[in-house]
T-cell receptor, first 113, second 113 residues
Framework: AQSVTQLDSHVSVSEGTPVLLRCNYS??????LFWYVQHPNKGLQLLLK??????LVKGINGFEAEFKKSETSFHLTKPSAHMSDAAEYFC???????????FGTGTRLQVFP | GAGVSQSPSNKVTEKGKDVELRCDPI?????LYWYRQSLGQGLEFLIY????????KSGLPSDRFSAERTGGSVSTLTIQRTQQEDSAVYLC???????????FGPGTRLTVL
């Protein structure tokens, strides 16, 4: 069975400092992994996805994530946080064949001025 | 182009009433998914339609929940005899099969009093 574990429910950073949101996955297959972002009262937006090509994936708004098979991790990073990055972030794995998404419990990112 | 749309955006109903939630997927997307986002359960898969195949209903929480997709496009999620625990945001997503990326609608916030 596929699953993802987001290691932090809340992360707080100051504007201009790096962001690290941690995610570990469990999968019997070579996984397809995603990060989605949800701003308050908004829908889910895809940040980036990994589908077994390059292990370092670049997404929108300066975010990137690195797939590390040896650590079963897919952590999301950004070099410099912006106030507009404050949102809920979900690490997601998809089931093969159906593409059903299995969501982590989410990490709420707060950015302080 | 137009994204995934959902209606209504908000629905308040009384316990025991039936409700219908509508999803219009992106034109040409043959795969359609319903998910539910609630405080206690996070984001969870409900049902999946792919073309003319029988839907995957494995995520529906009870037989009070049903969904249909007419003409391979618009989908309706019906909840009969609503209960307070049905209160949640219901999200619809669509994709090309095998593409991996699902595009989400803004959701319908259901409140059962």
């Amino acid at each position: 069975a596929q699953s993802v574990t987001q290691l932090d429910s809340h992360v707080s950073v100051s504007e201009g400092t790096p962001v690290l949101l941690r995610c570990n996955y469990s999968s019997s297959y070579s996984p397809s992994l995603f990060w989605y972002v949800q701003h308050p009262n908004k829908g889910l937006q895809l940040l980036l996805k990994y589908t077994s090509a390059a292990t370092l994936v670049k997404g929108i708004n300066g975010f990137e994530a690195e797939f590390k098979k040896s650590e079963t991790s897919f952590h999301l990073t950004k070099p410099s946080a912006h106030m507009s990055d404050a949102a809920e972030y979900f690490c997601v794995v998809s089931e093969p064949n159906t593409d059903k998404l299995i969501f982590g419990t989410g990490t709420r990112l707060q950015v302080f001025p | 182009g137009a994204g995934v749309s959902q209606s209504p955006s908000n629905k308040v109903t009384e316990k025991g009433k039936d409700v219908e939630l509508r999803c219009d997927p992106i034109s040409g997307h043959t795969a359609l998914y319903w998910y539910r986002q609630s405080l206690g359960q996070g984001l969870e898969f409900l049902i999946y339609f792919q073309g003319n195949s029988a839907p995957d209903k494995s995520g529906l929480p009870s037989d009070r929940f049903s969904a249909e997709r007419t003409g391979g496009s618009v989908s309706t999620l019906t909840i009969q005899r609503t209960q307070q625990e049905d209160s949640a945001v219901y999200l619809c997503a669509s994709s090309y099969p095998g593409a991996g990326t699902q595009y989400f609608g803004p959701g319908t916030r259901l409140t059962v009093l």
